[in-house]
């Protein structure tokens, strides 16, 4: 059982606030101008101009759990996408944690989010589940999550997306709350969202 509460916490795991790295720049963001495409062998998605990404594959930590994630060739794992002024990203993420409930529909997932982000600390509050969402033509459900950093009291729009058995995707919207133009941004983005579904 602790296996499991391992794998969950790095299948459900995201940050909350841009990271430190990311250098603030006064230059406006493009609202309309999605012309810079990410891709890699499990989506692909269109971004604004001057957006970085950095990948992380997904790897437990735990030998058990390694083993039988490598024995049913489930790979996963998350970019993170960066607005160049660090005042939102969109978070991608292939989940390995499918297999554990292979019928699981979107709001189920969205479900265990919640439970998840219980015991967070900084999670100050979270929305009803919206169900019925359709992204890149798969079933869809959404949540939000509201964090406080100390600073800016942050919003983060969860999408759970399963397109057919065993797969599991997830869509963070990430931004300082209020920040309307940065939440239609990342619509906009998960609207150009292609899954590449074994």
């Known amino acids: 059982m602790k296996g499991v509460v391992v794998l969950l916490a790095i299948c459900f795991c995201c940050a909350c606030t841009p990271k430190s790295k990311h250098v603030k720049n006064e ?30 594959d997904y790897l ?6 390694a083993r039988i994630i490598d ?32 019928y699981g529909s979107p709001k189920q997932w969205c479900e ?8 967070d600390d900084d999670c100050i509050g979270m929305s009803e589940i919206t169900d019925s969402i359709i992204i890149d ?6 949540v939000t999550f509201v964090y406080y950093n100390g600073a800016d009291t942050l919003v983060q729009s969860q999408y759970a997306i399963v397109p057919k058995y065993q797969e599991l995707y997830y869509a963070n919207i990430k931004y300082i709350k209020g920040d309307e133009e940065a939440h239609y941004i990342g619509w906009k983005m998960l609207h150009t969202l292609q899954l590449k579904v074994r």
């Open 27 to 56: 230059e406006p963001l493009p609202l309309d101008s999605l012309v810079q495409k990410y891709e890699n062998e499990f989506f692909s998605i269109m971004c604004p101009q001057g957006w970085t990404a950095e990948w992380e």
């Open 60 to 65: 437990p930590d735990n030998e058990n759990m």
């Open 71 to 102: 024995s049913l060739n489930i790979k996963g794992g998350a970019v993170e996408l960066w607005a160049p002024d660090g005042r939102m990203s969109v978070r991608l993420v292939k989940s390995i944690a499918a297999w554990l409930n292979p």
């Open 112 to 119: 265990l989010s919640m439970l998840n982000k219980q015991a």
């Open 137 to 142: 033509n798969c079933p869809a459900s959404e």
